[in-house]
């Protein structure tokens, strides 16, 4: 609460009075004490070390508040309770949890709150941006409102993921960050979801261990995802109507999910809207999402003869796992066609409430494509048949593309991987739909790509490549921006020369001239792209860098590329070095080096198990790595390797030194069940479209 007087009650004693608190929940009561300076703007203050605020570094931060907390409120026309906002950033040795949403007095570790003005990485500022919203989204969800349990932490943490998101977009639209939050939040939900372990939204829990363990994925990033749906089933016009109806109603208060339904259901009324079918609400519709656990896999089968469609949902588990589970639920169905893309649509044209409905649409003709999911709206996935995959196919290698929205683009691709990969569906449909790439220009596509699949990227995306070019632009929009640096990463690290000569050549340009540093946005990619070819040099420039380098993001970003070496003697000095305890490398640091050569690449990778720790397993043993930190070097090495002979070598050396490699051998054991079963298909379908020399 903001402080009413201060007077001096005896020499350096004072005694200060703060406004009376409103009524809050203990866990978001909290005082600091310390010697800060702050950095103020109108009504919010940011509190960091002297030296921090000398340099300005809270300026960034400081400057985004003002306009998220008023974003939000705005939203949901509630106006934010207190009379101030304080912000703090707290050095990572005493405060390393992320941060902390106290009422009017949010906690951060340091490093989510310093930017160095142009210095500053934009993904950087993207963290910075949406943990600011996400705290203050707390302002209204969790503090305003709390939860009546913890068994309900969802309606605090699930709205604070959605507006995360909402609240940042509005402060920089250039970050496009609800496009965003398909592939950071809704996407990774679903890949987190798929488990017959995953529980639902609410949970009943009673000790602390329990409470402590429901802030997981499905707090956060299934909750935030369901949030989501719901907003685009009742348009943002009556979900915004639905939050101020509970707010108002639950201020100061604590509530339960029917609270909040209630409100969306009153909202709804109040605008004569009635999304769902006859004697169907908002309370049963949201009652099978919130307790079912996981998600549903809608599958589409299409009678071309008479034009009907088949709607069937089942749970999505897994391979490998028994899928019994009977749950139903409550699915949106939005879609668009050849014909009508309508791909701006969010709203369900109907519902699929059993396990089956048959159907027909008005506006699908027989030799159009069907789409289901409008901007990836819903929380779960599509199947179609072959026909009409190939169909999607086929539009999406025309001009006329994006004619299906880039959310749908992009959903498209993670679906089909992740049923490929558990073998519902053939490899030659993902791979079929990835020939559209050479056509995209997207981030949120992009990266759905990259997460999904990495192979034979250099020839794909070459001429994505040549539109965005290896330097920063001066007009440059912040997804330009991330779309620059994975593009180097993917185009260097499958072999695109053009790109590792740049890379090489910036690195020798900043060894050369101090003042002509890499950009810190593409320093990791250009970095690692450059040091694949370069000479010990050149790396040992790198790696001054990295020691020298006092802000930690960079550091890291250095550190990641040293691993990115493809020649061997680089690489052993490195690993030497890993393994000193008295080099130049921190101490905290050595598990990540070693994991930056594990996923540099195929080259590093092989010469890390195969050649190095074979030699050198008296060293590896008795240097500073933990016998911990050596087997999670070698799961690394082992997520990576998926051969007969692999398997053989790893089992022989451990037989041979003693040591016990079952973990990272039952994971080789699995890679290579899943490699037998898919690859003779992929690569039977590389060689039929791009001829390739198998």
Sequence with gaps: MPQVSTHEISTGRFLDKYARSVIMSTYVVAFVVSNFDCAANLNHRIFLRPALIANRTADYAIGVSTGILEAIADFVNVPYSLEKMDQIGIPDDYFSVGAMENWGLVIYSEEFLVHVNRLTLATSKQTTITFISHEFGHQWFGNLVSPLWWTYVWLSEGFATYFQYYGASVVDGS????????????????????????????????????????????????????????????????????????????????????????????????????????????????????????????????DYAVGSVHLYQRRFISANQKNDDDSIWYVPISYGTTTNPDPLNRTPKLWLTGRNLTTTIDDLNIDNWLLINIQETGYYRVNYDVENWNRISDYLNTENFNQIHKLNRAQLLEDSFNLAKFGVIGFDIPLSLMRYVQRETEYVPFTTIYNDFKTFISNTLNAAMTAVGCDERENDRHVSILSRSSLLTWTGKFGNEACREVGLQRIREWAQDQGKSISPNLQRALTCTGLRIAEQSDWDFIFDRYVNEPEALKNIDLLLALGCSENIEILDRFLDRILDSNSDLRSEHRIIALSSICYSGKFGRDYLIYNYITNNWTKVTSGSLTTSQIASAMRHIAVRSSTEQQYKDLDAFGQQVGYNFTDALNTIRSNMNWSNQHMPAILNWFNKMYKLQL
């Design 175 to 302: 970050m496009d960050l609800m496009d965003q939050m398909v592939i950071k939040c809704v996407q990774k939900a679903l890949g987190e979801d798929d488990t017959t372990s995953t529980r639902p939204m609410n949970l009943e829990v009673g000790s602390p261990d329990d409470i402590n363990s429901l802030f997981d994925h499905v707090a956060y990033r299934k909750s935030g995802s369901v949030i989501r749906m719901v907003e685009g089933v009742m348009t943002t016009k009556a979900f915004r109507i639905g939050l101020n109806h509970y707010l108002n109603k639950m201020q100061y208060g604590a509530a339960e999910p029917s609270d909040l339904y209630s409100s969306c259901q009153a909202a709804l009324d109040s605008v004569n809207m009635n999304p769902f079918q006859e004697n169907v609400n908002m309370a049963s519709v949201m009652r099978t999402w919130d307790s079912n656990a996981g998600f549903p896999l809608v599958t589409v089968t299409r």
